[in-house]
């Protein structure tokens, strides 16, 4: 069972450039989300989905964008790329919480985005 | 709005002791808390969830206790190994799909 699979692992972008950075899950969970992870800043949501075809900001969504076309898949992408967006990217999925599932949430290994 | 704090930010114990982190919640309305760990460089995995309805899980040498009237976690390590050095991170879940992590506390168990 592979969980939450995020790509790449590492990446090097020129301010400006664009990318997109992986991610999919195969448990079929409704709840897919972004975080960045920063020294001193903990967690931060940067855009969550309740199920395809819904998307939301969360606390930092600017300079970011997403889309669910599909159950398993939740791309975000970075338009023109800052160095402010150098960080870790993680992605995280989790069932809904209807019908008194638990909830719990699973992550990805990370992706690390360096913007010179 | 809910705010999650961890205490301490980072402890430092010989092996083989017990040892207690702590996560406080400001607002006792959660769905659930979930502790993870993170070693360095890289991802968050998850160590015990507790429901809201729940006192406590345990597992191995963990056990997560909940007591949400006081907006209290604690995290219990028992015999403490090298090999849980880590940062542990709890959060909450919320009713609405929202989700507040705290800091972390980094752990380090010297042998």
């Known amino acids: 069972n592979a969980g939450v699979t995020q790509t790449p692992k590492f990446q090097v972008l020129k301010t400006g450039q664009s990318m997109t950075l992986q991610c999919a899950q195969d448990?079929?969970?409704?709840?897919m989300s972004w975080y960045r992870q920063d020294p001193g800043m903990g967690l931060r949501l940067i855009h969550y989905s309740v199920g395809a075809g819904i998307t939301d900001q969360g606390e930092v969504p600017n300079g970011y964008n997403v889309s669910r076309s599909t159950t398993e898949d939740f791309p975000l992408r970075l338009l023109s790329a800052a160095p402010s967006q150098t960080s870790v990217y993680f992605c995280a999925s989790r069932s809904g919480l209807a019908g008194g599932r638990t909830g719990e949430l699973f992550f990805g290994e990370g992706s690390r985005l360096t913007v010179l | 709005k809910q705010e999650v704090t961890q205490i301490p930010a980072a402890l430092s114990v010989p092996e083989g002791e017990n040892l207690v982190l702590n996560c406080s919640f400001t607002d006792s309305a959660i769905y659930n808390l979930q502790w993870f760990r993170q070693d360095p460089g890289k991802g968050l995995t998850s160590l015990l969830l507790?429901?809201?309805?729940?006192r406590e899980q345990t597992s191995g040498r963990l056990n997560a206790s909940l007591d949400k009237s006081s907006g209290r976690s604690t995290l219990y390590i028992a015999a403490s190994q090298p090999g849980d050095s880590a940062t542990y991170l709890c959060a909450v879940i919320l009713y609405g799909n929202k989700l507040v992590f705290g800091a972390g506390t980094i752990l380090r168990v010297k042998s």
């Open positions: 448990m079929n969970h409704e709840y």
């Open positions: 507790i429901q809201s309805s729940q």
